[in-house]
């Protein structure tokens, strides 16, 4: 369970139900398995008001990529730079990363077209309560322009994952599509709040209706086939938490390409960064670094965005 701590800047009967809230956040994200179930979680859960309480904070951000060992690089990522504390507005900082597919350099094109174009997105965006409907907006027409302009011309084989985080103030929202992923570490914790889109999750459902039996999932050879990415046309399946999650002093938020977690745990992705809690671009280069020399002579294209907020 997350070790939280009271927030200096709360009132104390805020901090009290916060803290009974959220107590069980881990193993409540943990077996939830659908995205209305997500919702509906953190609906739940959401302990203030968006124009009342947004807290004036700083956001410390990096970004870094690696080509790895292939002769393309297909991830492309954008985040903001560091913010400090503003008196007369709360900070707002964001990240994305993509990870192209579709071979040589039509992978390159779509994961920099979708990072350009939601990156003009984000910077359009007045009113924090509107960023789910604009993240659902973006995404449907990124998928659109993608299919359209490249994998229409391939046969359908272009397209990139995408996962993105917004900070205001305390309060971060993310949007997911693909297999790349997000994590929240909060002292001694990991949390993965987006599920990876592939085939793996179909086969769990038929798990749980009796159909196929669960070591049947890890002999599917199709099982981390995507399911879901932009350029697949008519995208359906995206990942979008409705009210802004509450963050407090020192959580990292991590966003990543499938390169880091091919090799990397959890746990030490983890304990990488908190390794480095007070420096986020050493977290990020011991990041990769490790990733690098896990895999050897078969290595991926490993991105990695960081965004520690800090009170």
């Not at 994200?29 to 953190?42: C, H, K, V």
């Not at 504390?85 to 077209?113: F, H, N, T």
């Not at 046969?155 to 997000?182: F, M, P, Q, Y």
């Not at 959580?251 to 986020?280: A, R, W």
Request: proline residues 2%; aromatic residues 6%; negative net charge.
């Amino acid at each position: 369970m997350f070790g939280f701590k009271k927030r200096k800047k709360k009132k104390e009967k805020d901090d009290i139900d916060y803290h009974k809230k959220t107590e069980d956040l881990k193993d409540e994200i943990s077996r939830i398995q659908g995205l209305d179930e997500l919702e509906e979680f953190i609906d739940e859960n959401k302990t203030q008001a968006l124009d009342e309480n947004l807290v004036y904070s700083e956001i410390i951000t990096y970004g870094v990529s690696d080509i790895g060992t292939r002769d393309y690089q297909q991830d492309a990522y954008y985040v903001t730079a560091p913010t400090s504390q503003d008196i007369d507005m709360p900070s707002r900082s964001y990240g994305v990363v993509c990870d192209g597919m579709g071979g040589l350099s039509d992978g390159e094109k779509a994961s920099q077209m979708a990072v350009e174009y939601f990156k003009k997105g984000l910077e359009q965006i007045n009113l924090f309560q509107e960023t789910p409907v604009l993240f659902q907006e973006m995404l449907k027409q990124l998928d659109d322009e993608i299919f359209v302009q490249l994998a229409h011309e391939i046969k359908g084989k272009a397209g990139t994952t995408l996962v993105a985080g917004i900070i205001e103030g305390n309060l971060l929202r993310w949007v997911s599509v693909g297999d790349s992923r997000i994590f929240l570490i909060r002292g001694d914790e990991i949390l993965p709040v987006v599920r990876e889109h592939n085939y793996r999750l179909i086969l769990e459902e038929q798990v749980k209706q009796g159909i196929i039996s669960k070591a049947a999932i890890e002999g599917n050879p199709k099982k981390d086939a995507l399911i879901s990415y932009l350029g697949l046309g008519n995208i359906k399946l995206i990942d979008i938490n409705k009210d802004g999650f509450p963050l407090i002093d020192k959580d990292v938020v991590v966003l990543c390409s499938d390169g880091l977690t091919k090799i990397l745990s959890q746990e030490d992705i983890k304990n990488t960064v908190k390794s480095s809690i007070t420096d986020m671009e050493e977290a990020g280069k011991k990041l990769l670094l490790e990733a690098r020399n896990g895999r050897g002579k078969n290595q991926d294209n490993t991105t990695v965005v960081l965004m520690q907020y800090r009170e």
